[in-house]
């Protein structure tokens, strides 16, 4: 699988501590890859991260990528062959409740993470990752594609689509003839063991069964994709 191209091979992945980071760096370290993770704290107590014993299996920094010279530095340090860009606030009802910090992680985090590339020399792939929740809801009945309108009507969903406008403002600047070549992508819907974070279907169906209480539907009306974590992560390792 990936023809072995991640082995021996350096891969600087930011939110390596999160739910579907930690399943990266579980998988990169399985294909032979030189991981140097950076990252804020495991946001949720037990973690998986936690569970796996990851900080002493690779190259373990916390960081906020809202700091662009610590951003720089690791990146710098690490001079890698490969870039995940996974760290994000990543939860809707946490976005409402702070704005300021979601717009300053996801949008102005990425700027410092593309901003720290410009001063690779060597070729390294990047990969950066936002949602599908980036397009503007128009409530079709079919999915989103690449080409439909970015837009957002909450705070998160904004910010992801401002990180995607950033991403290919950075792509046709500076990236065109430069030896770090730049890619985004799209997810959906996660599910998948080891995920503890709130406002997660399977983990809150949990959570109500074990104390007896009926499981809440929050969102009758909706409707979503579902999609197990590797299958996301499988594609940003082709991409």
Known sequence: MFSNAFTNKTVWLSGHTGFKGTWLSEWL???????????????????????????????????????????????????????????????????????????????????????????????????????????????????????????????YSSSKAAAEIVIQAYRRSFFENHPVRIASARAGNVIGGGDWAMDRIVPDCIRHLHDNLVIEVRNSGATRPWQHVLEPLSGYLWL
């Open 29 to 155: 370290l399985s294909l032979g890859a030189k991981v140097h993770g950076f990252s804020l704290p495991p946001p949720t107590n037990p973690s998986m991260f936690d569970q796996l014993g990851l900080a002493d299996k690779l190259e373990h920094a916390l960081g906020d990528v809202r700091d662009l010279e610590a951003v720089r530095h690791s990146i710098l340090d690490a001079n890698p062959d490969f870039v995940f860009h996974l760290a994000a606030q990543p939860l809707v009802r946490e976005a409402y409740a702070h704005p300021v910090e979601t717009f300053a992680t996801n949008v102005q985090g990425t700027v410092h993470i593309l901003e720290a590339l410009r001063a690779l020399k060597h070729p390294c792939a990047a990969v950066f990752v936002t949602t599908d929740k980036c397009y503007e809801n128009r409530e079709w009945v079919y999915g989103y594609r690449d080409e439909d309108a970015l837009g957002g009507f909450d705070p």
